[in-house]
Each structure stands twice: as structure tokens, then as C-alpha cells.
């Protein structure tokens, strides 16, 4: 085939690495065009799932696969880090013409501790420099307290491999936390965190009009404590005995009517019975 590419670029292009984007074989189609599409956007760029949809004709479901993909291959990097002041986590993207070895991290930092008198940075005789002094001046004085880290258990880490995933349905802080406790219910009673993850992974709906968190939880509402196939118990009614037929053996064994109990003998076949001076003879019917 006859390649024909444009004599001179104009200011605006984009330039690629061809073992490492544009003809690594390893990478899908998809991946490979989303992935030229990122490294042309300039830094500090905002994208997510849904603005990349509304740019494309493929939907939600297939960016957000193809950025599964790319994160698998160390392209895409989602970390969590902590915000030093406010105590915060928030999710940092990066984009990597060359993919990197180490994965996305979900390891929360740990809270920063304020710097005592004296030390490093400070002012004269352990007074306040000149900018700590200009940045008090601008923010309130009582600083919001942080938020400690959430400590890892089942729930959280099955909810964050979820979003690992799928980033729309990435939760953290308070959300992650409240979420967690209902998944770890529902793993108490017998559900497997494979079910769990069919049931939450589930794509948004077109029209999101509650947050991810509530969405999560209504989710987890509607699964049921135990699963149908443990709770479902099936006893089965004792047996009634039918009753058993007793048959008259009167007239040699040849009469056969049915009788109350074994050796009655029917009306027939009784023998008379005297009253007084008469005899009554009981006739069959």
C-alpha cells in the first residue's frame, strides 16, 4: 500500500513512539488510538470516562474497558494520594508513552505531621516564617480535621479493585467506608466476592441522576442476606400412613366386606343375639 503523509506539519501534531504505541501489537486497535489520543492532550488535562464517551461513538462500556486495558499494560496509572493539608484522598492519573513496571497503587499516605518549633523552615528562634505567617493570614483558623485512613478489610479492598476496573464506580472516603460494611455483610452471609462484583460492576445508567455511592447502594439493597441457594430449604411433609382395610372373614372367608378392625365380622355374618324371650336376627343390608 502507498503511504501519503502531509509534507509539513503545522504546529499542533503529535508525535509517537512506534514501538511503544503506535505498533505494539500487544494493544488493542482501541487502545492504541485512545492511547495516541491522550499523550496529545497537553498536562493537567481532565478526562474521565464519560467525557471520553461523549467525544467517541463507542459508549461508556468500551472506554472504559479499553482504559482497563491500558492500565493492565502500565500506560494508564491511577494513585491515591492524600491532600497535605485538608487530609483529603483524591485519585492522580498519569499517561505513559512507555509503560511503567509498577501498577496503579491504591496505598493511602499516611497523615502529614505539622513540623514542631525549631525545625527546618522555620522563622528566627523557632518563630514562624515570613510565608507560614501570609498563609495563616489567608486560611481559617481552625483547619478541617483528617480524615484518618480507612483501615484495609474485605469490603474496601473488593470495592477498590472495582473501581481499579471500572473508574466511574470508584469510591473513597466515608462513601467507601459505608459501602464496605454492607459488602462485608452480604459476604458474611454466604455470598462470594466473585457474585458481589457481577452485581456492582453493572454499567450506569444513561441518565445518573445520585451519586456513584448511592447507585453501589441500592445495588447492595436489593441482594438478598443469603443467597437463594443456601436459604431455600426444602422440608418435605412426614408420610400419613393410609389407613388399613379390614375386610369381614365370615361365610368361610368369602364375604370381604369392609369391617372396623381385624376379626369384626359384618352385620351378615353375626350370630344372633337374644333379647327376653325373642331373638332378633340381624339381617344383612
Do not use: F
Request: proline residues 10%.
Amino acid at each position: 500500500m502507498q503511504i501519503n503523509r502531509i509534507p509539513k506539519h503545522a504546529p499542533g501534531y503529535t508525535i509517537l513512539d512506534n514501538g511503544h504505541v503506535v505498533r505494539k501489537h500487544s494493544l488493542s486497535w482501541a487502545a492504541r488510538g485512545l492511547l495516541g489520543y491522550l499523550l496529545s492532550l497537553p498536562s493537567g488535562a481532565r478526562e474521565d470516562v464519560r467525557t471520553l464517551a461523549a467525544k467517541s461513538v463507542e459508549g461508556r462500556a468500551t472506554v472504559a474497558r479499553v482504559l482497563r486495558e491500558l492500565e493492565a499494560a502500565g500506560h494508564y496509572v491511577r494513585r491515591t494520594v492524600r491532600d497535605p493539608v485538608t487530609g483529603r484522598v483524591r485519585t492522580v492519573v498519569s499517561v505513559h508513552e512507555v509503560p511503567l513496571a509498577d501498577k496503579a497503587v491504591h496505598a493511602l499516605p499516611p497523615v502529614p505531621v505539622a513540623p514542631a518549633a525549631g525545625a527546618p523552615g522555620a522563622g528566627k528562634e523557632g518563630s514562624p516564617s515570613l510565608r507560614e505567617r501570609t498563609s495563616r493570614r489567608k486560611e481559617p483558623s481552625v483547619l478541617p480535621e483528617a480524615v484518618p485512613a480507612p483501615r484495609m478489610t474485605e469490603g474496601i479492598g473488593l470495592l477498590l479493585e472495582l473501581g481499579r476496573r471500572d473508574p466511574e464506580l470508584a469510591l473513597a472516603g466515608k462513601p467507601l467506608v459505608d459501602q464496605a460494611v454492607r459488602v462485608e455483610g452480604l459476604l458474611a452471609g454466604g455470598w462470594s466476592a466473585d457474585a458481589l462484583m457481577g452485581i456492582l460492576a453493572a454499567p450506569l445508567p444513561g441518565k445518573v441522576t445520585h451519586s456513584v455511592a448511592a447507585i453501589l447502594g441500592g445495588r447492595l439493597t436489593k441482594v438478598p442476606p443469603v443467597p437463594l441457594g443456601r436459604s431455600a430449604v426444602v422440608v418435605k411433609p412426614a408420610a400419613v400412613p393410609s389407613p388399613r382395610r379390614h375386610e369381614c372373614t365370615g361365610r368361610d372367608g368369602m364375604c370381604g366386606r369392609p369391617v372396623g378392625g381385624v376379626g369384626e365380622l359384618c352385620t351378615g355374618c353375626r350370630p344372633p343375639r337374644a333379647v327376653g324371650d325373642r331373638t332378633l336376627l340381624q339381617h344383612s343390608m
